[in-house]
């Protein structure tokens, strides 16, 4: 798989490429983030539901955009392109559009990302789908119907974005639905905050060892309208505490919430324990203060289990390279189903900054440090984690990030709120 990959990206011709010369981090900036994606994506799959929610703060993600846009079709073939958040939902949003036939389409790497485990819990419950070209694979060929059976069997470790697709309907179905979570559960953290979403919409629901109930949910009146604030993102925010750890100044993110339901809120207990960097809350501005720790002795290494938050992985392998720190990171068996095999992309773009790795199907080390290249230049594989977690190296050299628009799949502002804390 490996040769696979470098055989594919050696071949890419960049067509934009960033340059970042070696800067330094400007004391007390602010950087003020848009709404969470994995929030906001399960808000538009719940307001096309029910029509009973106002969203404020809503991502100005691409994947959030092309999800809003795919709402709104009614054409017969749906292209979500790259957003495989918007394939999982939309699977399941339109099995239970009765009436309606949908081809659901993306693009040659969304046609290679498996979704066989959530098509066929939803041909469980009695829907009708057809793979249009490879078995487990998009296309898909969906015909909306009455959903009326009541419990589906689904395998817990693959991805959370299968079981939320579920659970996002589930409140509509005239029975509710029963899920049953066969084995040990990853990202369980971002099924939580599905759970703690359908709460707060009024949908009644229980997490008890590996069952999840969710009971049928009935919009009575306008009076039952629901104003949702989305939270910015903590997973884009996992980008500037590698910057603050790096930087070694203070600075400040809005808007965040002390307690929220986001599984890479983990961030700041990880970049506290293993980089001294402090996170100060300010509940009334809603504000992030990450303040380094002048006396902070950094670990002889760095063990830890990421099943709950594997995609701030990246994030944290770079700034642990940067800092000669050596890892052994697990609990990433979902990075190599993402928008490209994670881990071997940071198996070879981490040896560019000079830090060799071994890498699994589960995990990745580091096994040695050497100096880092000269004219860097990080291919993204067309992956927006890997054009921003490898940014932060700019603090201690110069780099190139290629395919530099890839950001825009989540954090499309990425670049000029880096630029406004940096000086060259």
Known sequence: MLDDLKSDVYNIKSEETMKLEKSTLVENKTVQISGSKSISNRLLILESLFSNIKIGNLSNSQDTQLLKKALSETTEVVDIHHAGTAMRFLTSYYSITEGKTTILTGSKRMKE????????????????????????????????????????????????????????????????????????????????????????????????????????????????????????????????????????????????????????????????????????????????????????????????????????????????????????????????????????????????????????????KSIGFNEPQENISIRTYQDHRMAMSFAPFCLIKELNIEEEDVVEKSYPMFWKDLDSILTR
């Open 113 to 364: 990302r498996p979704i066989k485990n959530l098509v066929s819990a939803l041909q469980d419950l009695g829907v009708e789908i057809e793979y249009m070209e490879n078995e487990g694979f998009p296309p898909l060929k969906i015909t909306g119907k009455k959903i009326t059976q009541t419990q589906v069997n689904v395998p817990a470790n693959i991805s959370s974005q299968f079981i939320t697709s579920l659970l996002l309907i589930a409140g509509k179905l005239e029975n509710g639905l029963e899920i049953n979570l066969v084995g040990d559960i990853t990202s369980r953290s971002y099924i939580e905050m599905t759970l703690d979403i359908l709460t707060k919409f009024g949908i009644k629901n229980s997490f008890e060892g590996n069952t999840i109930k969710v009971e049928p949910f009935n919009v009575n009146n306008e009076s039952s309208i629901i104003n949702y604030e989305v939270e910015s993102d903590w997973s884009s925010a996992s980008y500037f505490y590698s910057i603050a750890a790096l930087g070694r100044e203070t600075m400040h993110l809005k808007s965040f919430y002390k307690e929220s339901t986001q599984g890479d809120s983990a961030i700041a207990k990880i970049y506290e324990e293993f980089f001294g960097i402090k996170t100060i809350y300010s509940e009334d501005e809603h504000k992030l203060t990450l303040q380094p720790d002048p006396n902070f002795s950094f670990p002889e290494k760095i063990i830890l289990d990421m099943n709950n938050c594997p995609d701030i992985a990246q994030t944290l392998c770079v700034t642990a390279a940067a800092l000669k720190i050596p890892f052994d990171i697990s609990g990433l068996g979902t990075l190599k189903v993402k928008e490209t095999d994670r881990l071997s992309a940071l198996h070879i773009e981490l040896q560019k900054l000079g830090t060799e790795t071994e890498i699994t199907d589960l995990t990745i």
